[in-house]
């Protein structure tokens, strides 16, 4: 089956070849002009008119198709669909199938290319932005950021009252499409955080590193505690979007703690996960570190661009508010 899924792929790629050089752009030099060679405006592919077209944008009268083509190719996924709003002759250039070739195979590189052939035959016929739109993947280009609170009890200065604190902390997690992601555990303002989020973190920034594994709409996660005594953090999501092709949310369902033996891993930079594949939710490899399942602390984490880090509302201070309960 493999085979002949590896045969329709070159064919596929001639297929998107000729698309972009033929179909989706029409060529023009209107700096000939300048050595007296004048070259009639081609009409727009499918016009039955007869007259010569004439781009009334000057953009367009100076910048070539392949400039054009060549500028989408390096602009993300994301800034391709506001290109696309811009004006027709941008939104028809973007449909080109090779943008969201590229895109997707970045996506999702773990599946291979052969793997990601058949998904797109079978599922989403042949089309690659309607994968790009419809598939479930993780997003690389920000964080994911969950927002908890619980109540802590203050010291008692009168009497008849107790103070009560309500103290708020985020989880975030950012992944990478190679499987591993960063996970750090803080009070501190996403826009603080963002900075130092990366494989480099010194170990006074509490940047943790792990590996996770994606199926369908499924994150399965695990890293590393270092420490005298080490602990395993094994955590289970769910992706969602509340658009199509957003990818902007995900359940946290489960997060277990438990131990693991010194024999087990040598390093935080093991693959931690194949390690703890197939543990029970309540099975632990140090009797020193007992299996928890945390009940609280499992609200959904919220998805913020690295481009909107520093105006998020998640940066908004949070006013420690004490209750005065009658004792």
Not at 83 to 88: P, Y
Not at 254 to 271: F, I, K, Y
Request: with cysteine.
């Amino acid at each position: 089956m493999s085979s002949d899924f590896t045969l329709t792929i070159p064919a596929e790629l001639e297929s998107a070849s000729r698309l972009r050089t033929m179909q989706f752009l029409v060529t023009r030099r209107p700096w000939l002009d300048l050595y007296g060679i004048n070259v009639k405006p081609v009409a727009p592919l499918g016009s039955t008119s007869s007259r010569p077209y004439v781009d009334p944008a000057f953009i367009h009268r100076c910048l070539p198709d392949e400039l054009l083509f060549e500028v989408f190719s390096r602009m993300t996924p994301y800034n391709l669909g506001r290109a696309a709003c811009v004006c027709r002759k941008w939104r028809y250039t973007i449909r080109n199938p090779v943008l969201w070739r590229n895109a997707c195979l970045k996506a999702w590189q773990l599946s291979g290319v052969v793997e990601n052939y058949k998904i797109l035959q079978s599922r989403y016929d042949g089309s690659w932005r309607k994968m790009w739109l419809l598939r479930p993947r993780i997003r690389t280009d920000g964080l994911y950021v969950s927002r908890n609170t619980y109540i802590r009890a203050g010291v008692a200065e009168w009497k008849i009252t107790n103070p009560v604190h309500v103290v708020c902390y985020f989880r975030y997690l950012k992944f990478y499409p190679s499987g591993r992601f960063l996970y750090k555990n803080s009070s501190q303002k996403i826009k603080d955080v963002a900075k130092c989020m990366n494989f480099r973190a010194s170990k006074a920034e509490c940047v943790f590193s792990g590996n996770y594994t994606f199926s369908d709409d499924k994150v399965e996660a695990a890293l590393l505690y270092p420490g005298l005594r080490p602990t395993v953090l094994r955590i289970r999501l769910r992706l969602r979007g509340t658009t199509a092709g957003a990818n902007n949310r995900m359940d946290l369902l489960a997060l277990v703690t438990s131990g693991v033996n010194d024999s087990e891993v040598n390093s935080p930079e093991e693959d931690v996960l194949g390690v703890v594949e197939g543990w029970q939710e309540d099975e632990t490899h140090n009797p020193d570190v007992p299996a928890v399942s945390h009940k609280r602390g499992l609200t959904p984490f919220v998805f913020v661009p690295f481009e909107e880090v520093e105006t998020s509302v998640l940066n908004l201070p949070v006013e420690k508010m004490d209750y005065y309960v009658a004792g």
